[in-house]
């Protein structure tokens, strides 16, 4: 927990309503992929998956650019720099 902040990790299924979510004590890289690998698997094989991310050091880890790279149905999607309250 950083300034009584928690890292929340969360995916939408827009149709349906429903949320998987995870809260973690500190965002780190193997949460970040532990938590796509379980959303990937939990959404229908023919869907293509929409990530919004922050800017946080986790997500440009050579890691997690890798295992996008081999998940071609994720579609990533960026929050601007300037729009922190967005985080």
């Known amino acids: 927990m ?8 969360a ?3 827009v149709a349906t309503g429903e949320v998987i979510g995870q809260l973690h004590r500190l965002h780190r890289v193997l949460k970040c992929l532990a938590f796509l ?3 990937n698997h939990e959404t229908p094989a023919g869907l ?8 946080s050091a986790t ?13 071609p149905r994720f579609q990533l999607h960026f ?6 309250w967005l985080n």
């Open 59 to 71: 997500q440009k880890t050579p890691q997690v650019r890798a295992s996008f790279a081999g998940h």
């Open 79 to 84: 929050i601007p720099t300037p729009a922190s």
């Open 37 to 39: 690998r379980d959303v």
């Open 48 to 55: 293509d998956l929409h990530v919004v991310m922050d800017h």
């Open 11 to 13: 995916a939408l299924n």
């Open 2 to 9: 950083r300034h009584g902040t928690t890292p929340l990790f």
